[in-house]
């Protein structure tokens, strides 16, 4: 017997798509993007990128896997709703600890199944990425529709400060090489793994954090990770990269943190109609030419400052010359940069996937060997 | 990286005949690769003996070789063609064994040819068990745990290790003698003593037990500049310990983490990057405890596979078409992705589908045979569906697959079924396992109960437990509403099941009737690769149960085209090679074509082929949705919308359709479903031979026993017994007796007045004629004339036959097509026929007159330069024979009749499939021919002489033709006066002849030496069964008695030969036919030529004359 509650889908543009209640039965509004991933929903899940956003799943057998205790990108759920064709009601994986929708429900995540997710995604690429609400509560898509027309906007939402952690803590590696700090705009559990799969112990720090507190404990490098909202917000840690450039400082960002390297270089962000949001996504890697199949999600990209930039001509900035030194070859969306006259280099996707492939993780070795080169040249100097 | 531009001209290898494990999938993977070679402006050369398959018609290759796949015809073929590079990765296991053949015959050194795709290495360490297992272990990946042992204490100790159970090898014993699965202790003692013992160095292998665990793969491409992409993950529901093309197998994997995919994706391409292919696509297997997630790569395979062909149809990515761009040199970022235009091949498709396979078995074609899954491969084809749910895929694909069953609850459970049993049943993977565990949950059993009698993944399980619950729902419901409905309808389940559970709605019809009023219609969704993310560009569809539709309008005239349906023995690749020709002739002229099958190993389900694949089940309800979708959608973009429906081409599957569409309403094109039906009707059909002034063989209609036994009596005994509508000769027998008649009514068939029994006198030695030809109401057109080489009573199917016909005189000739055409006139054909004859005493009989596109249709189009099909599709339409004459489609004039001197000799034979086929005891099956079909695949051979193309045919199917050694001969004794000449002419040959007494007697007679081999039953120390098992055979000649059956000796002889691999002829005619062949090939004559060589000649002399 189909025991669920009806549930509602309103889109801000007033198209209505009809569901059944899946984890907590409420009401939630944020923005409505798609995820392509046909794996890794507890990852998307608990990305704090996600922060603000309904997501839904073009997958459709979600929760096959269950929730396990191992596969937490951050301390809990982070998206503001979830959207699925098929929920499953079993688990069946050696790895699970309970059920996705307990995990949903415990967690007071709104969800909406049985819903014709194609169409929505048709829908959403059309028409792009725009607020949405869900409720299980009631079946009013009228009185939804003005609730959803009231929220705030994602473009010019300042998210980073709901997701960052309030005190710095740090993931030790086994036995340590390096030492970086990383700004927390919405760091994902994997990045300081893999950093400490290569001898770096990671401190952690609020994205709040002044440059002489990142610094104080003399980092080898500094780390801007992933996060949510609009990137045209983020006008502190813009300021604090400008910093850390100046100072020759080596830094890495990835996600929220390649904008903010770019907008410290000078660049400008600007929306995507729908994102890119899966793990299928191909990037060209311009130093090697090779192609890299990545974890992608975002919803807001650099502009490169020209057709010649965008082309892979080095271009020149405050800092020196600049390459766009990776793009996405689906649509050339800007998705790396290099500095070529500071130590500094970042993507728009993510190499620590978790989920997703991991082609990118040579990125962390890029980030060694830009510690090791970076102090070379200091002690040469 | 661009295209290299050092390769100009490339040998593609083709797979060669169909059989068990290599279908047509290998024609799908070729002749995208020829199309794509071609479009990039190189020249293609081709070998591949099949006729049936598309890519050996002439326009996909520059020079065609129908030829055997063979070291020797193969290096004529370089010779003559000088290729710049060979590629052998799209060709199956054949394709790639040939390349291995050449390479270690130094062929491709002596000419200077380049492998691509793979390189030697790479096959080899992808192929040698042992090399790959090294490859494995140096990437970080795991392979079984094992250990080699010397002593039954090693044994135990390492058993103890691994625990049970274990699987035991003994080292250095010929084909896996010994080997044995051990699940106890006792086991072990009995496998590994006996296995110690029978080693030359006392030496065992034991290894880990997977069985049971769950199975998963990986299909990879690699382009030159080592990108790689994963393009599909399959995971299997039938565990480890079932091969996986017999397994029902799911795509995309449902039960793994993001974590543990990943692993398993760097894992495969770690490997993929060690073994070296350089460029295209590979395989990977991979098995997983499900208790611990431990992770065993089990295989790759180098090449293109059959489950690449499942991963193209389920995503949309065409991974042989982007193998052979590969294999050029181009990457993947330089290659568009055609769905998208947009986005390159460089990415991993994503799915916002699921995709079920189910495979199709015909066990019941050979009795004895093991049902028992293992892991070789038994299954003779397969379905595919997709769904937005696991559920509904799961159900289109069970009513997808032909059988009797159409999905669950469609049949009644088995009689005395009960929990226990059912669960035991469970214990023996089976065709049909999940209907086993549908009925054991339906019968109270947990789904922890049913993982543990068959291992399938509890996530599987609790989906078919939620049908039931639904199921039960349905039964239970006051009123089948619409909420309800439409539950049913979004689990996939079809108007006959929803029919069967609701008796008072009127069965499927009325369902539909209720279903259309209530407005519950699918939706048709796109296969896009990417999950909706980029604009789709092809039409690509399946049906579901959401809210919107992808079907794009359309003011062309519209035509569907019915496809075939899995393939299984009588019903193969010859049905969709004339469904793909209905296609292209009909996309020639402007129509818009849509392709309606659930076959992902076909060219048919390429989305290349017509201008729209719909992939649905072939049932009334799914086709009939499709009519709709597209004649709705086509009438309101101001088109006509579907203005026919072509049903002939597809074989049994849309012909059984056929009737049921039309009174539907939907416009059937081409010969009348009621002439087709009148053909099958034997009292109508009868009444038309009179009226025609034909003769057919005394014969009735039985419904019971008694009125079987009165026909019988009154046309005298031997009679042919069959039942009604059939194709592939299901259920036919040839029967000598009263009591063997009694038992065929009780036992074969299911003999009602809706499903009669056909009775026939059988004709002892006639001439058995196949004929195929054309008529558009006005006009006639005879296709070709074959003579066969198998007396009458071999099945059509299974006998090899020779075109233009060479014993027929003229006379002959001119009135089988003058008894063609009446036929034609008189059943009102409009498009093809194909006409059975019998010629016994200078008579022709009728055996049976099908008015559709016979199995024959390619082998003739081939041998004579005219495409049949395409004619018939365009007839179908309204066209003229005159008109597609004027065209140049047909002949200008003559036809198929009047082949001259000058025409060459096409001979077809067939590939059987006996050694694929154990029996519960581990024996051979029996290998004699008769009239139900048996063989899965054909080849053709074409030389200026019978002898000639014989011998090639010959080659084609077995790869080998001794021209010299030991022949065995034992046949019945009204063979025995004309097995003298054969074996006469072997003898001069440098044969040394084995014969059992009573035909060594009349040899010795006829002045034959020989030596003297016992009858196996004689019991003494040499016999004939022992002998073909020692391997000392090189040729077995034995023809059945007059009655044949199960262990006589004639069966034990054949099944010695089937499991020795030792050609084996069964009848009189095979073994002079089989004389000439060999008499041909030692003198050495067999030389090439290329089908457009052919053809050319032969329209060229046509053209010459007119």
Known sequence: MSSRAPAILVLEDGRVFRGEAFGSVGETFGEAVFNTGMTGYQETLTDPSYYGQVVAQTAPQIGNTGWNDEDDESRRIWVAGYVVRDASRITSNWRAKRGLEDELASQGVVGICEVDTRALTRHLREAGAMRVGISSRSTDAEALLAKVRATPQMAGANHVGAVTTAEPYTYEAKETRYTVAALDLGIKRNTPRRLAERGITTTVYPAEATAEQVLSQGPDAVFLSNGPGDPATADHQVALTRELLRRGVPVFGICFGNQILGRALGLETYKLKFGHRGINQPVLDRHTDKIEITSHNHGFALRAPSAAAQAGEPFDTEFGRVQVSHVCLNDDVVEGLTCLDAPAYSVQYHPEAAGGPHDADYLFDRLVELIETTKGAKADA | ?1106
């Open chain 2, 1 to 1106: 990286m661009p295209k290299r531009d050092d390769l100009k001209h490339i040998l593609v290898i083709g797979s060669g005949p169909i059989q068990i494990g290599q279908a047509c999938e290998f024609d799908y993977s070729g002749t995208q690769a020829c199309r794509v070679l071609r479009e990039e402006g190189l020249r293609v050369t081709l070998v591949n003996s099949n006729p049936a398959t598309i890519m050996t018609d002439p326009e996909f290759a520059d020079a065609t070789y129908v030829e055997p796949i063979t070291t020797e015809v193969i290096e004529q073929i370089i010779a003559k063609e000088k290729p710049d590079a060979i590629l052998a990765t799209l060709g199956g296991q054949t394709a790639l064994n040939a390349a291995v053949a050449l390479h270690d015959a130094g062929i491709l050194t002596k000419y200077g040819v380049e492998l691509i795709g793979a390189d030697m290495d790479a096959i080899q360490r992808g192929e040698d068990r042992q090399q790959f297992k090294e490859v494995v272990l140096s990437v970080g990946g795991e392979v079984p745990r094992s250990a080699v042992c010397h002593t039954m204490d090693e044994v135990r100790d390492t058993v103890k290790d691994l625990g049970l159970p274990v699987v035991i090898r003994p080292s250095f014993t010929m084909g896996g003698l010994g080997s044995g699965m051990a699940h106890t202790w006792e086991d072990v003692d009995r496998i590994a003593g006996n296995g110690l013992a029978e080693s030359p160095t006392t030496e065992v292998l034991i290894e880990e037990s997977v069985l049971g665990w769950k199975e998963y793969e990986l299909e990879l491409m690699r382009d030159r500049d080592d990108n790689v992409v994963v393009v599909c993950s399959i995971e299997n529901v039938d565990p480890m310990g079932v091969h996986t093309g017999d397994s029902v197998t799911v795509a995309p994997s449902m039960t793994l983490t993001d974590r543990e995919y990943q692993h398993m994706r760097d894992v495969g391409i770690a490997i993929l990057r060690e073994v070296g292919v350089d460029t295209g696509g590979c395989n990977i297997q991979f098995a997983i405890d499900p208790a611990t997630g431990r992770m065993i790569v089990i295989e790759m395979n180098p090449r293109v596979s059959r489950s690449s062909a499942l991963a193209s149809k389920a995503t949309g990515f065409p991974i042989a078409k982007i193998a052979a761009k590969l294999a050029i040199g181009y990457t993947l970022d330089e290659i568009p992705n055609d769905i998208t235009k947009a986005t390159p091949a460089a990415f991993e498709p994503t799915l916002d589908y699921v995709v079920v396979k189910v495979p199709r078995f015909t066990f019941e074609k050979f009795p004895g045979a093991d049902p028992t899954l293992t892991t070789t491969m038994k299954s003779v084809g397969e379905a595919m569906s997709l769904g937005r749910t696991f559920q509904q895929a799961l159900q289109k694909a069970l009513r997808s697959t032909e059988t009797k069953a159409a999905g669950f609850w469609t049949r009644p459970d088995p009689v005395g079924a009960t929990l226990e049993n059912t669960l035991e049943a469970l214990r023996t993977a089976h065709d049909g396992t999940l209907y086993t565990a549908e009925r054991a949950l339906r019968l109270g059993a947990t789904v922890a109960q049913v993982h543990e009698a068959c291992k399938i993944d509890p996530w599987f399980l609790d989906q078919v437990a939620q049908l039931i619950e639904l199921r039960d729902e349905i039964e239970a419901a006051a009123v089948a509403d619409e909420a309800l409905l439409r539950r049913a309808k979004r689990a996939g389940f079809s108007d006959a099941q929803i029919a069967a559970l609701r008796p008072e709605l009127a069965g499927e019809d009325g369902v539909r009737r209720l279903r259309h009023r209530l407005g519950l219609r699918p939706v048709f969704k796109t296969v896009d690769t990417c999950a909706a993310e980029f604009e789709a560009h092809t039409p690509y569809h399946y049906s579901t149960y959401e809210e919107e539709t992808e079907v794009a309008p359309s003011n062309r005239p519209k035509v569907m085209i019915l496809g075939s349906g899995p393939n299984r023995i009588g019903q193969g690749i010859e049905f969709d090679y004339s469904c793909v020709h209905a296609v292209q002739a009909l996309r020639e002229v402007g129509y818009e074509t849509i392709m309606v099958n659930c076959n992902p190993e076909t060219v048919s389900t390429d989305y290349d082929t017509a201008d729209r694949l719909y992939f649905e089940p072939l049932t009334f309800e799914d086709v009939t949705e499709v009519f709709t979708a597209e004649d709705e959608s086509g009438r309101a973009a101001g088109g006509p919308g579907v203005i026919g429906v072509v049903v002939q081409l597809g074989g049994q599957t849309p012909l059984g359709l056929a009737e049921r569409l039309q009174d539907a309403g939907l416009p059937i094109v081409g010969t009348s479903p009621k002439a087709i039906d009148n053909a099958e009707d034997r009292g109508v059909f009868g009444r038309l031979l009179d009226d025609l002034g034909l003769v057919a063989p005394d014969g009735g209609t039985a419904t019971s026993y008694e009125e079987a036994r009165e026909v019988a009596a009154r046309i005298g005994y031997p009679v042919l017994v069959r039942p009604s509508y059939v194709l592939g000769g299901r259920g036919m027998e040839i029967v000598y007796d009263e009591d063997t008649l009694a038992g065929y009514i009780s036992r074969a068939t299911e003999a009602s007045p809706e499903h009669p029994v056909l009775i026939d006198r059988f004709l002892d030695d006639a001439i058995e004629i196949d004929v195929d030809c054309l008529c558009d109401g006005e006009d006639f057109y005879l296709g070709g004339i074959m003579e066969h080489i198998e007396e009458a009573g071999v099945h059509s199917g299974d006998s090899s036959c020779a075109l233009p016909p060479i014993t027929l005189g003229a006379a002959v000739i001119e009135q089988i097509r003058a008894y063609t055409a009446k036929l034609a006139f008189g059943i009102g054909v409009r498009g093809l026929m194909n006409v059975q004859y019998a010629l016994k005493d200078e008579q022709l009989y009728v055996l049976e007159a099908n008015p559709r596109a016979s199995r024959t249709v390619p082998f003739v189009s081939k041998a004579t330069a005219v495409p049949l099909a395409k004619a018939a599709a365009r007839i179908a339409l309204g066209a003229k024979i005159g008109e597609l004459r004027a065209e140049g489609m047909l002949l200008p004039e003559g036809d198929g009749s009047d082949a001259g001197p000058e025409v060459p000799i096409s001979v077809k034979e067939v590939l059987l499939p006996f050694k694929r086929f154990r029996t519960v005891e581990g024996s051979g099956i029996d290998a004699v021919l008769g009239p139900e079909m048996k063989s899965t695949g054909e080849v053709m051979g074409i030389d200026s002489s019978f002898g000639l193309a014989f011998a090639k045919a010959t080659l084609a199917v077995y790869g080998k033709l001794p021209t010299s050694g030991n022949v065995f001969v034992s046949v019945a004794d009204r063979d025995k006066r004309a097995i003298v000449f054969p074996v006469r002419r072997l003898v001069d040959l440098g044969f040394t002849v084995y014969a059992t007494e009573g035909t060594g007697l009349v040899l010795k007679r006829h002045g034959i030496d020989f030596t003297p081999v016992a009858r196996h039953s004689s019991g003494e120390a040499v016999d004939a069964v022992s002998l073909i098992a020692s391997g000392e055979v090189d040729l077995v000649i034995t023809t059945p008695s007059a009655s044949p059956g199960p262990r006589t000796d004639g069966w034990e002889i054949r099944s010695a030969a089937v499991v020795a691999d030792v050609s084996c002829v069964t009848t009189i005619q095979g073994a002079a036919a089989a004389t000439q062949a060999i008499e041909s090939a030692s003198r050495g004559e067999i030389r090439v030529a290329s089908l457009q060589e052919l053809h050319r000649r032969l329209r060229g002399a046509e053209r010459a004359a007119a």
